[in-house]
């Protein structure tokens, strides 16, 4: 074999080996992958429209659960009666609490 042949033979094997290296390796090395997180890093716009759809969903959440929470409030206060003296009622400020053996002029909660 000819020196002539052989380099003919080393230079083509080269070209395939970097045609090969060029289309094929991207997709073994993950590069592709890469480029595809780096694109979606460099679009501002798309993440922040997202962020915005799941803010407002939370924020209806919450005023559903509000709202259903004073819907059963209002359900369970209407449907009990209120004791004579109520716990979250405050009391009379006169003289009944300076003066409790005073009760002829104290009125009862």
Same mark, same amino acid.
């Given at each position: 074999?000819?020196?002539?042949? &052989? *380099?003919?033979?080393? &230079?083509?094997?080269?070209?395939?080996?970097?045609? *090969?290296?060029?289309?094929?390796?991207?997709?073994?090395?993950?590069e592709r992958k890469a480029e595809s997180r780096r694109a979606s890093i460099a679009?501002?716009?798309?993440?922040?429209?997202?962020?915005? =759809?799941?803010?407002?969903?939370?924020? !209806?959440?919450? !005023?559903?659960? &509000? =709202?259903?929470? !004073?819907?059963?409030? =209002?359900?369970?206060?209407?449907?009990?009666?209120?004791?004579?003296?109520d716990p979250g009622r405050p009391r009379n400020s006169g003289s009944c609490q *300076?003066?409790? *053996?005073?009760?002829?002029?104290?009125?009862?909660?």
């Amino acid at each position: 074999m000819s020196i002539q042949a &052989l *380099a003919l033979a080393f &230079l083509a094997a080269t070209a395939i080996g970097g045609l *090969a290296w060029v289309f094929i390796y991207p997709s073994l090395s993950g590069e592709r992958k890469a480029e595809s997180r780096r694109a979606s890093i460099a679009r501002t716009d798309a993440p922040a429209r997202q962020v915005e =759809k799941t803010q407002r969903s939370r924020r !209806e959440q919450v !005023e559903g659960s &509000l =709202k259903e929470l !004073e819907a059963r409030h =209002k359900k369970d206060n209407a449907a009990s009666p209120r004791p004579a003296w109520d716990p979250g009622r405050p009391r009379n400020s006169g003289s009944c609490q *300076a003066f409790p *053996a005073r009760s002829d002029s104290c009125s009862p909660l």
